[in-house]
């Protein structure tokens, strides 16, 4: 888990479950910004779920880099997580991560963005084989 402070950083809320609504299960909530800080949109996390285990809270949302506001000018090395809970656990401990918000097209594009402003990305979990699946249908 994460701590209470490191929760207030990222400005987490909580959603009641109510059964006859989309999210039926109590969501944690996650603010998605920009660099700037301004909101581009709410994910919703359902610890321990199988499936539809996050998702936007309105559609329409802006694919992103998260958490952009949370990475220091000057940032050097990056690791890309599998999510933003696994964001949140590795700020915590010190590291600088970010994640990708919903199947984003342009993730390559904006990984390579962030190479060309020097920093070293260290890519974990299942993103690899992301690439070398999607390379492989090409």
């Known amino acids: 888990g ?16 109510q059964p ?12 998605v910004r920009d660099a700037a800080g301004v909101l581009l949109g709410v994910r919703c996390y359902r610890p321990g779920a199988k499936s539809r285990k996050i ?24 690791i890309l997580a599998e ?5 949140m656990v590795l700020h915590e401990n010190g590291f600088v991560a970010i994640t990708y918000t919903q199947n984003d097209e ?7 963005m962030l190479v060309d402003r020097g920093a070293l990305v260290i890519l974990i979990d299942n993103i690899k084989a992301m690439f070398v699946k999607k390379k492989a249908q090409e």
């Open 20 to 31: 006859d609504h989309t999210f039926r299960d109590p969501r944690i909530l996650i603010p």
């Open 106 to 112: 342009e993730l390559e594009k904006r990984i390579a």
């Open 83 to 87: 999510g933003e809970r696994d964001c």
């Open 55 to 78: 998702m936007p809270l309105c559609w329409g949302m802006k694919t992103s880099l998260f958490p952009l506001d949370q990475i220091p000018k000057g940032t050097k090395v990056l």
């Open 2 to 17: 994460i701590s209470q402070a490191t929760g207030k950083r990222f400005g987490l809320g909580f959603l009641k479950g």
